[in-house]
C-alpha cells in the first residue's frame, strides 16, 4: 500500500477502508482508462458491422422475398425473427438516407431505437446531431428522449424511489429512529 496512506491511516485522517478505495483507485485508473479506450474502438467496429450486416440483409431479402423464403433462411441461417432482422435494415437505411459515416458515438442498441419507424423525426435528428458533435449517448438517454417526446412520464430514478418508500415509512412509523435517520439522509441530499 502507499506510505502516504498509511500514515493518513495511522494519524485518522482516513480509515482503512476509506485509503484501500484510494489506493484502488488509483492502481485501478490506468487499467480502467486503457479498458474504455479499447471498449470505445470495438464499439466502433460493431456500429460498422451491424452497418455491414444489414446490407447484406437487404441484398440477401432482396434474392429471397419474392420467393416466399425469406423467413425460413433467415431461421436457417440465424436463428432469426423477420423483427431482429429489420433492426438491422433500418439501422443501415436510416445511415445510407441520412449520409451519416460515423454513428460509432451511438450504441448498437441505441441505433436500433432510432432506426423504429415510431421514434419521432425530432429525436432521431436530435441524437444523430450529438452524435455527429461527438457527444456519447447511452441507450437509457436515448430511450429517455423518446420518451419526453412521445408523453411518457420519465421512470422515477433510484434514489426518488427510495426517497418515497422513506416517506412512507416514517408516515407508518414516525417513531422509529432508523426511519427517521434514513428519511434525514435522504432528504438533506446526504445520499444521492
Not at 64 to 76: F, N, R, V, Y
Not at 114 to 129: F, I, N
Request: glycine residues 6%; proline residues 6%.
Amino acid at each position: 500500500m502507499d506510505p502516504y496512506l498509511a500514515v493518513q491511516v495511522d494519524e485518522g485522517r482516513l480509515i482503512c477502508t476509506e485509503a484501500i478505495e484510494v489506493f484502488e483507485r488509483k492502481v485501478a485508473a490506468p487499467v480502467l482508462a486503457e479498458h474504455a479506450d479499447a471498449v470505445r474502438r470495438i464499439q466502433k467496429r460493431v456500429v460498422e458491422d451491424v452497418i455491414e450486416i444489414a446490407g447484406r440483409l437487404i441484398e440477401c431479402k432482396a434474392l429471397l422475398d419474392h420467393h416466399g423464403m425469406w423467413l425460413p433462411w433467415l431461421e436457417q441461417e440465424f436463428g432469426w425473427s423477420d423483427d431482429t432482422a429489420l433492426n438491422f435494415m433500418r439501422v443501415h437505411e436510416m445511415a445510407k438516407s441520412r449520409n451519416i459515416r460515423d454513428l460509432s458515438m451511438l450504441p448498437a442498441s441505441g441505433l436500433y431505437l432510432l432506426a423504429k419507424p415510431s421514434t419521432p423525426e425530432a429525436v432521431r435528428d436530435d441524437v444523430l446531431g450529438r452524435a455527429h458533435r461527438g457527444e456519447p449517448l447511452s441507450v437509457k438517454q436515448i430511450k429517455g428522449l423518446i420518451d419526453q417526446v412521445c408523453g411518457k412520464p420519465a421512470k422515477p430514478t433510484q434514489t426518488e424511489q427510495l426517497r418515497d418508500v422513506a416517506a412512507r415509512m416514517l408516515h407508518a412509523m414516525p417513531e422509529d429512529p432508523l426511519v427517521a435517520e434514513l428519511h434525514r439522509l435522504l432528504f438533506n441530499g446526504e445520499i444521492k
